[in-house]
């Protein structure tokens, strides 16, 4: 059953072209010999989930397979959600226009937890059951993945089975092993059976999670002894070997990230302790230089796109970098296609590629110090000096840059109000080195952002121990910030404590949390991370309702020997070396990157990347 | 420098996207496709097109213009041949000519006609319609409120309505498909080919597209003024009837048939060797 979106509807609604597909490069299939119909939802709207590379790599690999047809799904934003409502149309998928209630699989990518309330919207506009045990074998199966599925229990009563780590291999295992079920025509339970074995499968049903008498987490234990006790993720070890499509769809409308993106390496080598990225993702792989110009070469002539963007953790780490920029330059530049930088450390070097990669405004340059002292920003492992900073923001002035956003966090560990001044005064140095510069020589209209987010604890970082500020420590602390900053030449931005609260409750939460979301949806939340639609009483009477205390999970500092929810998750980075990084935090010392040694993580046993590469 | 003309359609898939959004389309086909585009000097080189008039996101059509200057040479079938193979499903270019004249075609654009498929609020038959909005428009003087930059203003939009006509779908006995239409003919009023191939869809869809029944439908066809001296927008007509004591109209559909260039001597198709 196709369905067909009337003008009426779509001439009412704000950006139609979300919901009409046939973009180029987008894959349409005659159903016929189609065994697999996988819906590919990102809890998002449109714009932001058609920018992620995820997406676009597992939809065009899935798409390889003859016997699978695997087609995007996104949020409808809210003025479609009530026209779909009102017309009684059920969520679709985009290539076809088919209900993805008829599919064999619903993913869901996790990227950040205040999407969840948006899975639930999404299954309810789908007319799927929202708990994993009211589905039948009429409905499809309810998986997920991505970076939030590393703690997987918040989602344990909804997802019927997550995918831990990088989906290219483990999708397509898990495809076969479903082409099988589905001709044996035997249970939805058989086949949750035949797969629990992959490696990275976690399926939470067949999972018991003890609790202790203090609400803590007293084990979790698989119901039967063949199912793994521990369920480690999965890496493709060799970058060069692994799928990556040389196509993206190409869409109509503008996207956050409309271009084509160049993924130089998996993982990164620094070890920032808040980070969760920089453990989970370990160990880091690069992809050769000629693997990427060949890829940058077919992308541009399948997708006609105006600029390539490098894209990675921490891109100016990329060994080849000089040899691999040029080379695109040289191919690009008489196509007139733009090179774009992100996220660089700031050196001379780097200066000196961006002025050759880009016909930039020189408008903004972005750094990270994440800490205003030395002394804290040691506490984290951020692996940059005062002088680093003053030193590049003075060569950018000479180059003619005059924006500079620099970003930091509220509320680490050990943070005291001197290094929240230290925020203050590190801007008020930049404006100074700006000022010293003689007028002839640097760019107009000095424009420094300073911006603060607070921290969250996260799953696999040495910090997973840490207690998060309470949300009126973290306003005092943005206010006593705002105070401090005197230069009119400063703007100040801080991000909504309520919001960093609620994402440090699911993102160390356990299955006792899974209520609240569907509670808080009940009660309307959707789109909670666009301010306009976050609704924190909301949220705060849902915990009540459900007799959870967020406290619990957001603002209580956990013993080393506590059990967490994610604890049978095997990310390869162990516990114990985690440990060590937190005490190595609060002796101020400082862990060298992966490329200058090794401080024995437990990645290597991944056997691959720079873990097993000469250093 | 070469100059190209290339007519294009717009359909249904591709109604939804802004002008802005389209030039998106076209830079980056023209890319995937080699072809030749000249490109702006300085610091932020800009493909050399020209689009004739903007059409307003919804509105299909069979009468799209560009014009292309290329750096190298190619002939305008190849560019026809080579642009349609990267072009995305609703888009389609139709016929491609040398232009030789300095001319542009968003400058140059003075007239544009469309069809209107519209659906009466009440319903008291075809021909008293037809009379009625024929009377209405044989007034010497029609004033409608027109808002531009917050301000609203009454104007006479009598002399930018050069035709119009009334036609009732049963009177083209809305079959299938005849085919014709889509690459020109310019027909107008209902028997227009995109009009039926809509009209026929309609049934179809999940919900019903307007809250009346297909028979109730009728088309205005009309010829307007366009372009940048005086632009009158289809809707403008519709909304005058309503409130003139003829039945309420609400737009159902809008389909652009035509558009014409100003010469000195008399307005012609952009394709006409005389306008290149």
């Keep these: ?615 | 420098m070469n100059s190209v003309r290339i007519k294009f359609i717009r359909g249904e898939e591709v109604k939804y996207i802004s002008h802005l959004d389209l030039m998106k389309v076209f830079e980056r086909a023209l890319r995937r496709g080699n072809i030749p585009i000249a490109y702006s000097m300085g610091y932020n080189p800009h493909p050399q097109m020209v689009f004739g008039l903007p059409l307003p996101v919804g509105v299909t059509s069979e009468a799209e213009y560009a014009d292309f200057e290329l750096s190298g040479s190619m002939s305008p079938e190849e560019l026809m041949e080579s642009l349609n193979r990267v072009l995305p499903t609703g888009l389609e270019v139709v016929d491609a000519k040398t232009k030789k004249n300095k001319s542009n075609i968003m400058a140059s654009i003075v007239k544009a006609s469309y069809v209107v498929l519209v659906c009466p609020e009440t319903n008291p038959g075809i021909a008293i319609l037809r009379d009625e909005i024929e009377k209405f428009f044989l007034q010497p003087q029609i004033i409608v409120k027109k808002e531009s930059k917050g301000k609203i203003r009454e104007i006479d939009i009598k002399p930018m309505i050069y035709e119009l006509k009334v036609e009732g779908i049963d009177e083209n006995g809305i079959g299938p498909e005849d085919g014709g239409g889509q690459d020109g003919g310019n027909q107008g009023g209902c028997g227009n080919a995109w009009i039926k191939k809509y009209v026929n869809e309609l049934s179809g869809q999940y919900p019903m597209g307007a809250n009346c029944r297909v028979g109730d439908l009728f088309c205005l066809s009309a010829m307007l003024s366009a372009g940048s001296a005086a632009n009158l927008k289809p809707e403008l007509p519709v909304a005058a009837i309503n409130g003139a004591g003829i039945p309420k109209l609400d737009v159902v559909k809008i389909h652009r048939t035509g558009l014409l260039v100003g010469t000195e001597e008399k307005d012609l198709d952009p394709m006409d060797p005389g306008a290149l």
């Design chain 1, 1 to 615: 059953m196709k369905i067909k979106i009337s003008d009426q509807i779509l001439q009412r609604v704000e950006k139609p072209s979300r919901y009409i597909g046939n973009e180029w490069n987008s894959i349409h299939k005659d159903l016929k010999g189609i065994q697999i119909r996988f819906a590919f939802c990102f809890p998002d709207v449109y714009e932001v989930g058609m920018s992620h590379l995820g997406m676009k790599i597992l939809y065009h690999l899935l798409n390889e397979r003859d016997d699978t047809y695997c087609e995007r799904v996104f949020a409808p934003w809210v003025d479609m959600e009530q026209s779909m409502r009102a017309n009684k149309i059920p969520l679709f998928a985009l290539e076809s226009h088919d209900p993805i209630s008829q599919f064999d699989f619903v993913g869901f990518t996790l990227q950040y937890e205040m999407s969840y309330t948006n899975i639930i919207n999404m299954l309810d506009l789908a007319g799927i059951p929202i708990y994993s045990k009211d589905r039948t074998k009429d409905h499809p199966f309810v998986c997920a993945g991505g970076p939030c599925a590393y703690n997987p229990e918040p989602l344990a009563d909804i997802v019927d089975f997550f995918m831990m780590g990088e989906g290219e291999d483990i999708i397509n295992e898990v495809m076969d092993e479903y082409g099988l079920w589905k001709v044996d025509n035997v249970s939805r339970e058989d086949f949750l059976n035949r797969i629990v074995n992959i490696e990275g499968i976690y399926i939470p049903r067949f999972y018991k999670v003890d609790y202790n008498e203090d609400g803590t987490v007293g084990g979790i234990m698989p119901v039967k002894k063949e199912y793994p006790r521990k369920i480690r993720k999965r890496i493709v070890k060799e970058l060069d070997k692994t799928f990556f499509p040389d196509r993206f769809i190409v869409p109509f409308t503008d996207i956050v990230h409309d271009r084509i993106m160049l993924e130089l390496f998996r993982g990164c080598t620094r070890g920032c302790r808040f980070c969760q990225a920089g453990f989970v993702y370990r160990p880091v792989r690069e992809r050769s230089a000629g693997k990427l110009l060949e890829l940058a070469r077919k992308l541009e002539e399948n997708t006609g796109y105006e600029e390539i963007s490098l894209t990675s953790l921490s891109t100016s780490d990329y060994t080849d970098l000089g040899h691999l920029t040029e080379e695109l330059i040289k191919e690009m530049e008489p196509r007139k296609v733009n090179l774009s930088l992100p996220s660089l450390r700031i050196d001379s070097f780097s200066l000196d590629l961006m002025e050759k990669a880009q016909r930039v405004r020189k408008s903004g340059l972005t750094f990270a110090p994440e800490a205003g002292t030395q002394r804290l920003r040691n506490v984290i492992n951020k692996g940059v000096t005062e002088e680093d900073l003053i030193n590049s923001v003075t060569t950018a002035f000479y180059g003619g840059w005059s924006g500079v956003k620099l970003y930091f966090m509220l509320g680490l560990p050990t943070e005291t109000y001197e290094d929240i001044e230290g925020i203050a005064e590190l801007g008020s140095k930049v404006v100074a080195a700006y000022m010293g510069i003689p007028r002839e020589k640097r760019g107009k209209g000095l424009n420094v952002t300073i911006s603060t987010s607070s921290f969250v604890p996260k799953p696999f970082t040495p910090f997973q121990w840490e207690a998060q500020d309470s949300i009126e420590t973290l306003r005092e602390k943005q206010r006593y910030l705002k105070d401090r900053i005197k230069s009119r030449h400063i703007i100040y931005n801080w991000h909504d404590a309520e919001l960093s609260f609620l994402e440090a409750v699911f993102a160390r939460g356990d299955r006792k949390v899974g209520n609240v979301l569907v509670k808080a949806w009940e009660k309307g939340c959707k789109f909670d991370s666009w301010g306009e639609h976050f609704k924190f009483k909301e949220w705060m009477e849902a915990f009540d309702e459900c007799g959870v205390d967020p406290h619990f999970y957001a603002n209580r500092r956990r013993s080393y020997d506590e059990v967490f929810p994610w604890d049978h998750i095997d990310v390869g980075v162990g516990k114990r070396f985690l440990i060590r990084e937190n005490e190595r935090a609060y002796g101020g010392e400082l862990t060298s990157n992966c490329r200058a040694d090794c401080s024995g993580c437990g990645a290597a046993a991944f056997g691959g990347g720079i873990c097993v590469e000469q250093r």
